[in-house]
């Protein structure tokens, strides 16, 4: 078993910056990427950013250049630092840890957090 705890979230202004962290505790010898998906009103949940064990990153088009992703391995905790936030950023941010077991792959998810962008 994994437990994701996610903070960070909140209000922010239309350029304005925030902050999400997740750390894991529980069974995390067997996480092998952890990473951010995001839903907002209406749509389906999408991948935001993800990082490897190796420390290789992915991020979705719509995070380039504005979002990134990093970690404490120490901590056992990932980042997500968002820059330059637009409305369209508004969503319930998750944090997801894919985990590798004897018997398959398993999904974690943590609880979520709000980020609302608006004037």
């Known amino acids: 078993q994994v437990q994701l705890v996610e903070s960070g979230g909140g209000l922010v202004q239309p350029g304005g910056s925030l902050r999400l962290s997740c750390a894991a505790s529980?069974?995390?010898?067997?996480?092998?990427?952890m990473g951010w998906y995001r839903q907002a009103p209406g749509k389906q949940r999408e991948l935001v950013a993800v990082?490897?064990?190796?420390?290789?990153?992915n991020y979705a088009d719509a995070a380039k250049g504005r979002f990134t992703c990093s970690r404490d391995i120490a901590k056992n905790t990932v980042y997500l630092q968002m820059n330059s936030l637009n409305p369209e950023d508004t969503a319930v941010y998750y944090c997801?840890?894919?985990?590798?077991?004897?018997?398959?792959?398993?999904?974690?998810w943590g609880q979520g957090t709000q980020v609302t962008v608006s004037s």
């Open positions: 997801n840890a894919q985990y590798r077991a004897a018997d398959g792959r398993y999904d974690y």
């Open positions: 990082i490897t064990g190796g420390g290789s990153l």
């Open positions: 529980g069974s995390i010898a067997g996480i092998f990427a």
